[in-house]
């Protein structure tokens, strides 16, 4: 079998480039046009490709080397048969052949062209055959692995020594940009906790409200900073789909009416919650998606096996959101007493840390406020949360005429990078169907 050794092609002018990565290791299968090492001038960063298709049998770069138009890359053993594998060799017109002996082996280099500025295009494009590319964000190397980011983000986090998986990537699918790792340097040498993600989106500026009117200014709790913290957080990592539907929960107001007394007699109260919750626990337990969280930089899901659900509680110092554990153990009184005793607490700031962690999902209650829908934001790392409205008596079709029924808005909005649409609605259909009959809350 024939050996090439691949050269590094015309670099868009640039006198000598930086190895920063290499992306074979000897023995490799390389097809043509994959990527061999990832250069860096002071305009661009390049992905250099194979432009012949083989194994590969010697390397002859090393991160941190400079190299010229010219320098030996790799030897590659071609593959196929003798004397028509090499996809240079086949299309002379397109490609700078430029051969040379290089001891045993045949030397091609890639076509010369005007290197992209790094970054840019989709990391999937297709590259155009053998030319240096911009080199695409990578998850690998640099000792960053598992990270999306691109070469001269991975340089730039080197040289300051910062680890990327420390950093939260803003861009598409994640991808820290030089924008997050400068965020997070600020950060680091402020002292502050490192900015949320979307560090790099444009601020909005302040304006003199003064000048339009009198104004107060007032400081803000540290609850209600913590929760727009948690919020914009969510809101920036999480890609939230809602998904909206009605149950008809006018058979579980009649059994709660009934229970009217009887909750007066236990000294509690029953409202919507418990059943909610309840029916919560059920769809959980049928859709573990719905009980998993996002771990290893995306790579895993972590699926629990307890039910804790929290429930937000609209407080006068702000939203804070209790854990009810174990919901799917407990009865429908047990829930309604914890309800009432962390709504409680909640609101007299008497809750502990602990009573504030370790749910799988989040329900937000704003039925006694009223609206007839919200979209919840996702409390994450949990990737689900219902959103539940005021009920509202509504005529509904029954196939002969309009019956009045008791119709409860539910808006389900999850994370999309762990739940797609068919797993929403199979959650909310089911919900909906236990609210709509709770004698399913028993099976
Ligand atoms: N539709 C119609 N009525 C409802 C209802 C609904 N969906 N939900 C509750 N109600 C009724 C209750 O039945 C009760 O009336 P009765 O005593 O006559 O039965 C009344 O509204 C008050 O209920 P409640 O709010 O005291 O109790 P709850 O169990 O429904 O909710 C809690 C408890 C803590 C969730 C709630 O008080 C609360 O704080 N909700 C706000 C949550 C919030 O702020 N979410 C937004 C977060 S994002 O900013």
Redesign the pocket.
């Known amino acids: 079998m024939a050996k090439q050794q691949v050269t590094v092609p015309d670099i868009g002018g640039a006198e000598a480039a930086e190895v920063i990565e290499v992306l074979v290791a000897v023995g490799d299968e390389v097809a043509v046009d994959q990527g061999l090492i990832v250069l860096e001038s002071d305009k661009a960063s390049m992905e250099i490709p194979t432009t012949v298709a083989g194994t590969v049998v010697e390397l002859l770069v090393a991160e941190g080397q400079q190299l010229a138009e010219g320098a030996p890359v790799v030897v590659i053993e071609v593959a196929g048969e003798p004397g028509q594998s090499a996809a240079a060799e086949e299309a002379p017109a397109e490609a700078d052949t430029g051969v040379a002996e290089a001891g045993a082996a045949e030397s091609v280099s890639a076509t010369a062209a005007e290197p992209a500025p790094p970054e840019s295009g989709p990391a999937v494009e297709t590259p155009a055959a053998a030319t240096p590319q911009a080199a695409p964000p990578t998850a690998s190397g640099g000792g960053s692995g598992g990270v999306y980011a691109g070469p001269a983000v991975r340089k730039l986090a080197r040289e300051f020594g910062v680890a990327l998986q420390q950093v939260s990537g803003s861009g598409p699918r994640g991808r820290v940009l030089k924008e997050d790792l400068q965020q997070f340097v600020k950060s680091a040498l402020s002292g502050k906790p490192a900015a949320s993600a979307g560090a790099g989106i444009p601020s909005i500026p302040d304006v003199d409200f003064a000048r339009f009117g009198p104004v107060e200014v007032t400081e803000r709790s540290k609850l209600d900073k913590l929760t727009a913290a948690n919020m914009q957080r969510s809101w920036l990592n999480v890609p939230h789909v809602t998904q909206f539907d009605e149950a008809d929960i006018s058979a579980l107001e009649e059994f709660?009416a009934g229970l009217k007394s009887e909750a007066e007699q236990r000294g509690t109260?029953?409202?919507?919650?418990p059943f909610i919750l309840k029916a919560c626990a059920v769809a959980l337990r049928d859709n573990p998606k719905f009980r998993s969280s996002l771990a290893a930089q995306g790579e895993q899901l972590v699926f629990k096996d307890y039910i804790h659900i929290g429930?937000?509680?609209?407080?006068p110092a702000g939203?804070v959101v209790p854990v009810l554990r174990d919901v799917d153990k407990k009865t429908i009184w047990e829930l309604a007493e914890e309800?009432l005793v962390l709504?409680a607490k909640?609101r007299d700031r008497k809750l502990s840390p602990g009573e504030m962690q370790g749910g799988c999902f989040t329900?937000?209650?704003?039925?006694?406020?009223g609206g007839n829908g919200f979209t919840?934001?996702v409390n994450a790392p949990e990737v689900g949360i219902l959103g539940?409205?005021?009920?509202a008596i509504k005529p509904v079709w029954d196939g002969q005429g309009f019956a009045p029924r008791t119709l409860?808005p539910l808006a389900l909005s999850y994370d999309h990078r762990v739940i797609n649409g068919g797993d929403g609605g199979r959650f909310l259909s089911r919900l909906v169907a236990l609210l709509g009959d709770i004698r399913q809350l028993l099976m």
């Open positions: 709660r109260r029953l409202t919507p919650m429930m937000a509680v609209d407080t939203l309800v709504a909640a329900i937000s209650s704003l039925g006694n406020i919840p934001i539940v409205s005021r009920a409860l």
